[in-house]
């Protein structure tokens, strides 16, 4: 069975600085899926970014980006230019490479909560 | 489009009482997936439908079901309400095998059992 772990339970940092969190899974699989997901005050879960495991390429959305290290299991998200509305926890999820008839099962890490200092 | 619509948004039952939830997809999904989520536990799988089918059932007792309709709306039940049931459950929906890959969340229900 897959596992997500979120060593960091709390983090924080000021505004406009950078922060990474980090997070590490383990399978066996060759081919799956992995992402970062937001969850703020008002409890909706929003997609951050994902990843691809057969992309060697690191993914990026404007702020945030990750390193992918698929040797090491690693799944870190680097924001940068932390902004007050980035407050949040903050889940790390794997999932299985969709073949025929499976499934879409998340893997959730145990977050890490991340304030935002003015 | 509309995201994922949850109702209600809040419950209170009482232990021994069952409940059941709703989950509207995002228009054109036909895959629905369901956690729990709880501060000691953390976000827990609990099943998955496609095309009104299960796909996936997590490891929880019978007393949590659920079904899929065949306009891709999703209900969950609990039967005989425990005080441990108390949680946000969230629901996620997919395009599946299209965008990317990615599940989209609802804004979940809190349940809270007295």
Known sequence: AQTVTQSQP???????ETV????????SESDYYLFWYKQPPSRQMILVIRQEAYKQQNATENRFSVNFQKA??????????????????YFCAYR????????EKLVFGKGTKLTVNP | KAGVTQTP?????????????SCSPISGHRSVSWYQQTPGQGLQFLFEYFSETQRNKGN?????????FSNSRSE?????????????YLCASSNRGREKETQYFGPGTRLLVL
């Open chain 1, 96 to 103: 299985s490479y969709l073949t025929q008839g499976g499934s």
């Open chain 2, 76 to 88: 969950m039940n609990v039967s005989t309400l425990e005080l441990g049931d108390s949680a946000l």
């Open chain 2, 60 to 68: 929880f007792p019978g007393r949590f079901s659920g079904r899929q």
């Open chain 1, 72 to 89: 090491a299991k690693s799944f870190s998200l680097k924001i940068s230019d932390s902004q007050l509305g980035d407050a949040a926890m």
């Open chain 1, 10 to 16: 709390e983090m924080s940092v000021q505004e406009a």
């Open chain 2, 9 to 21: 948004r809040y419950l209170i039952k009482t232990r021994g009482q069952q409940v059941t939830l």
């Open chain 1, 20 to 27: 990474t969190l980090s997070c590490t899974y383990d399978t």
